[in-house]
């Protein structure tokens, strides 16, 4: 419990900064991969948002299965789909999000953030990375 008191990013700890995709993300997130998945098949991460931090609009692209499934770990934030009102996330949420959905999660502007990050496997997967939540759609949550 000590080390909880020293970084964010709940039992699993707070991990590196997310340099590779600080494009994509408003604000600073940092990354702790939990799996090798050239070895499991599976990728989950442990993603780590500080106050404000935020990701671009994206959408998980499959012709079969895919998507995403997050479980929330640390701290208060953000999911929302596109054409839909945001959701409020604590520990112990879980959101099951289906490819080909378009949608954004962070912090709230008060409270780190972290969440696991599970890959759903599927077929022809790929990422598209859209457009950042601006502050003014942000501010209104």
């Not at 590779?20 to 998945?37: D, E, Q, R, V």
């Not at 499959?62 to 998507?67: C, E, L, Q, R, S």
């Not at 996330?89 to 099951?96: A, C, E, S, Y």
């Amino acid at each position: 419990m000590e080390k909880q008191n020293k970084e964010h990013g709940g039992f699993f700890g707070q991990g590196e900064p997310n340099t590779a995709f600080a494009g994509y993300f408003i604000g600073n997130s940092y990354l702790k991969p939990l799996t090798n998945p050239k070895e499991t098949g599976l990728s989950i991460a442990n993603v780590t948002f500080e106050p404000g931090c935020r990701n671009n609009w994206h959408i998980h692209h499959a012709t079969n299965g895919g998507g995403q499934i997050l479980i929330c770990v640390d701290g208060e934030g953000w999911y929302q789909e596109e054409g839909k009102p945001a959701q409020s996330l604590k520990p112990g949420d879980v959101v099951t999000i289906p490819a080909n959905v378009k949608h954004w999660h962070g912090a709230k502007k008060d409270s780190w953030f972290s969440h696991l990050a599970i890959e759903v496997p599927g077929e022809n997967t790929s990422n598209e990375w859209c457009e950042p939540v601006s502050d003014d759609e942000y501010s209104k949550l």
